[in-house]
């Protein structure tokens, strides 16, 4: 059995849903039984079964009665403090966590999407596809809870084809603003196949961007909390043209 420890929902993205699913499946475990436990989270996301706690400390005791072989961790309120605790309790079990700061962890392995990371990378497995590129694709994450994107699209113009889902507290607003942008709106449609049917991108400096870089496609990543530091340092490496939230009035030079 194993245990995701996680949380996610419209007010807080999809991000850590989307990739722990992802090295799940590499762990080839979709065939154990497996569990979601989190705080903030609701089921009709996702299909593995949930278990709801209050704090972490409930997670120890959900952990003290499955008895799980492997817990995997994506959660920034889950310390190093916690994962000491973890191991003193369960020594037997394997604990592997994900990291986005490239922090110190008392943990058996440490998993980042980040190209540049010292840790253990997770490989995304991005499908190839060959469609003739048009327009310039702009997604700001599943949910864009801050509303960015309308930050962004007052300094575009021509064939533009918005990605967002339909849990984005904002999707209304956003409709009125596509149709006067005369711009194409895409809801719930598959991002990591959309790098592949555009010219150009400008995308959250996320998983998307990792992505990105694997599709070749020329993109501008925004920066916009605080987690995707690590992710918009390598970026630049990288020679990609990284802007944060009060940069964006340069989106307009950026795109070709």
Known sequence: MTLLRIDFGSKIGFGH????????????????????????CDEKYTDIP???????SEFFEVVKIL???????DNYDFTIKDEKKFKKL??????ICFDDFEKRHFCDEV?????????????LNLKKHYFKREGIMVSIGATDPKGVIF????YLKGDIHIYTTSQNPNLNKLKKVAKLKKAKLHIDEDTKTAL?????????????????LEAKIPFVAVQVVDNQENIAKCLKRKQIKVIKENEIYKISRLVP
Not at 90 to 95: G, S, T
Request: with cysteine; glycine share 0%.
């Open 50 to 56: 949930l278990i709801k706690i209050k704090d972490n």
């Open 151 to 154: 930050k962004i699209l007052k």
């Open 196 to 212: 592949f049917k555009h010219k150009f991108a400008i995308l959250s400096a996320s998983t998307l961007s990792i992505e990105a």
């Open 67 to 73: 008895k799980p072989t492997k817990v995997i961790v």
């Open 90 to 95: 369960f020594p037997e079990i394997k604990l």
């Open 111 to 123: 998993v980042s999407l980040n190209p540049c990371t010292k840790h253990k990378r997770l490989k």
């Open 17 to 40: 849903l989307k990739r722990v699913t992802l090295f799940s499946e590499q762990l080839t475990i979709k065939s154990e039984k497996c569990y979601i436990v989190c705080i903030e």
